[in-house]
């Protein structure tokens, strides 16, 4: 337990319409710093620096949503990626050879991935997304939204890595927690989702164009193929598509089938080469700049009201 959090702190922030019980975000907030985890299925969200909830030390904002946020009308409009900013990132970057760790978390990524997506990130129209599907304690999702605030980062894990009887998920997930409430003030818009990629797109969970989508979560065959293909249609017209662990020759031919059986034109791709050293791209990287079939592009249904 925090000794900073006093036993029932009280909850100053306004109701908003994701949360008109103000008491369960305090809960959110205190859990945040104690390591108690709500359950699966929640979603919640963290916004910006400001510190709202006065009886506890933390400098973060985070509100629980409770079941599906509501689709907003104001984010309807399709993303408008137009430049291939993978391309230009690294080549400014000189494909970060000299990159540094951002960060103080544990986690499976190296810096080079880890500056890659924030200078992703940085490069995001406004109304457009960060999308991570496997975030384990939160290392990449951290460094791709650090000090790019008022970017949309949006997050997934199902945390059961081995099975749901095993405690490695359950830590994974409070170690997230408390990564986000450490670095939270200087955090981009960060909604996570604590379910696994399959419910988050089912259910529609992205309310917003996806500009940037990283991919490190399910890396079965079949897991990946999907994680392609549902991802589709929530994608800006013109967006970046990284997969991780791309050295696994399994997860290079279920990508490939998903972006072609998803009707994602490749404009441009590189292959990251990765040896597991931290000065590599970890397991190796696969990035790509897709365009939407015109077919595609009038599929509205993830967006629809
Ligand atoms: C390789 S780790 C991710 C590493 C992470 N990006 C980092 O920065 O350290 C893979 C993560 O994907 C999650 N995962 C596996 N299958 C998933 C699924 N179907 N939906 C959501 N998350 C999943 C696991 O729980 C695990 O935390």
Redesign the pocket.
Known sequence: MNPRLPAAPRCLAPATDQCDQATQRCEIAATGLTGAAPNEGASWALRGPQQWHDPCDARVRVSLVIGAPPLSAARLARGTMKVNIAKAVLEEHRYFVAARPLVNID???SPRVCNFLNRLVSRLDADECYL??????????ISAALDNLGKKCVG??????ISSTTGI?VM?KRALMSNLARYGGRLGDIAFHH????RLFARGLIDMPVGVYFY???HSRA?TYHGMVAAAPYLSERAVVAV?DWNDPTIRRAAARGLRDAQLRILWQRELHGDHSLGTWWNGLGVFFVEKSPEDKEIEAPFAP
């Open positions: 986690g499976l990524s991570e599907i496997g975030t384990y304690k939160g290392l990449t999702l997934c894990d199902k945390f059961r890595l998920g994974a379910t696994t990629s399959r490190d979560g399910d897991g991780d």
